[in-house]
């Protein structure tokens, strides 16, 4: 689950080998959610049954939904539909269709530890531009993977992401970003997934081994704005645009990136 623009702190913590762990304890348990969420995936099936399969997952390997209840969100994934960027409820009424695209935004916790991450797949048979934008999302997340090492920026983090999605025609959101994560689900520091006029203040801040991100590009078909529904929830694309989402946590180290949400 991403953290809007302005969450605030000034600590970024880093966390000892024994911390790590714990977390990527808990990224196996979200890896495993992920892989039968996307088994799961086909036309028919309600957004709620996965909400269902991913829940007891979860719990049956001894972790806890981090989503569930987090400032009274009522459900362990988000569910994310064609137009839907992030935050979408999951309905028995909401059914997927030949042709959607279905994104889940899901985290866990193991001992106090959190993990965190997102994807997006196709329902059945898709039009070649919705699987072109998940294959650019995706690749824009390998991108910027490849900037986790020990002494680069945040700057590079952003600026890996939205040059390879705007080289492709698409456009990053920006009203969203990604954030630390450790033993609380939003930690400093932010990570945009975009370079502002300025490029100051968190794009400087220096990558350090034992730091933890959740780095997550969301992309969008056509602008990048977004709009909010009434529920205080689900955020859409303001043109009805389709949009992707991907998301790993990953840990700094001295010889560069872990991702704790690797299956």
Same mark, same amino acid.
């Given at each position: 689950?991403?953290?809007?623009?302005?969450?605030?702190?000034? /600590?970024?913590?880093?966390?000892?080998?024994?911390?790590?762990?714990?977390?990527?304890?808990?990224?196996?348990?979200?890896?495993?959610?992920?892989?039968?969420? /996307?088994?799961?995936?086909?036309?028919?099936? @309600?957004? !709620?049954?996965?909400? &269902?399969? !991913?829940?007891?997952?979860?719990?049956? !390997?001894?972790?806890?939904?981090?989503?569930?209840?987090?400032?009274?969100?009522?459900?362990?994934? %988000? @569910?994310?539909?064609?137009?839907?960027?992030? $935050?979408?409820?999951? @309905?028995?009424?909401?059914?997927?269709?030949?042709?959607?695209?279905?994104?889940? #935004?899901?985290?866990?916790?193991?001992? +106090?530890w959190h993990s965190d991450g997102a994807f997006t797949v196709g329902? +059945?048979?898709?039009?070649?531009?919705?699987?072109?934008?998940?294959?650019?999302? /995706?690749?824009?997340?390998? &991108?910027?993977?490849?900037?986790?090492?020990?002494?680069?920026?945040?700057?590079?983090?952003? /600026?890996?992401?939205?040059? $390879?999605?705007?080289?492709?025609?698409? @456009?990053?959101? &920006?009203?969203?970003?990604?954030?630390?994560? +450790?033993?609380?689900?939003?930690?400093?520091?932010?990570?945009?997934?975009?370079? #502002?006029k300025q490029g100051r203040g968190v794009y400087d801040t220096i990558?350090?081994?034992?730091?933890?991100?959740?780095?997550?590009?969301?992309?969008?078909?056509?602008?990048?704005?977004?709009?909010? #529904?009434?529920? +205080?929830?689900?955020?859409?694309?303001?043109?009805?645009? &389709?949009?992707? $989402?991907?998301?790993?946590?990953?840990?700094?180290?001295?010889?560069? %990136?872990?991702?704790?949400?690797?299956?």
């Amino acid at each position: 689950m991403m953290s809007g623009p302005r969450v605030r702190g000034t /600590r970024i913590t880093t966390k000892s080998h024994e911390q790590l762990e714990l977390m990527r304890r808990s990224g196996r348990i979200h890896a495993a959610a992920v892989a039968r969420l /996307r088994e799961a995936v086909e036309p028919g099936i @309600s957004t !709620a049954e996965l909400d &269902r399969i !991913a829940e007891a997952l979860i719990r049956e !390997a001894g972790g806890e939904p981090s989503f569930k209840g987090y400032q009274g969100f009522p459900a362990t994934i %988000c @569910s994310q539909v064609n137009d839907v960027v992030v $935050h979408g409820i999951p @309905s028995e009424d909401e059914v997927l269709e030949e042709g959607d695209i279905f994104g889940a #935004d899901l985290g866990v916790i193991w001992q +106090g530890w959190h993990s965190d991450g997102a994807f997006t797949v196709g329902v +059945g048979e898709i039009d070649e531009e919705s699987a072109r934008l998940i294959r650019v999302t /995706r690749g824009s997340l390998d &991108r910027a993977l490849e900037q986790v090492a020990s002494g680069n920026t945040i700057r590079d983090i952003a /600026r890996a992401v939205q040059t $390879h999605v705007e080289a492709a025609g698409f @456009s990053v959101v &920006r009203a969203l970003v990604g954030h630390g994560i +450790g033993s609380r689900m939003h930690e400093p520091p932010q990570v945009p997934n975009f370079v #502002d006029k300025q490029g100051r203040g968190v794009y400087d801040t220096i990558l350090a081994p034992g730091m933890t991100l959740a780095i997550e590009p969301m992309v969008n078909a056509g602008g990048h704005e977004v709009v909010q #529904d009434a529920d +205080g929830w689900k955020v859409r694309t303001r043109d009805g645009s &389709r949009s992707a $989402h991907f998301e790993h946590t990953v840990a700094v180290t001295e010889d560069g %990136c872990w991702i704790l949400t690797a299956p």
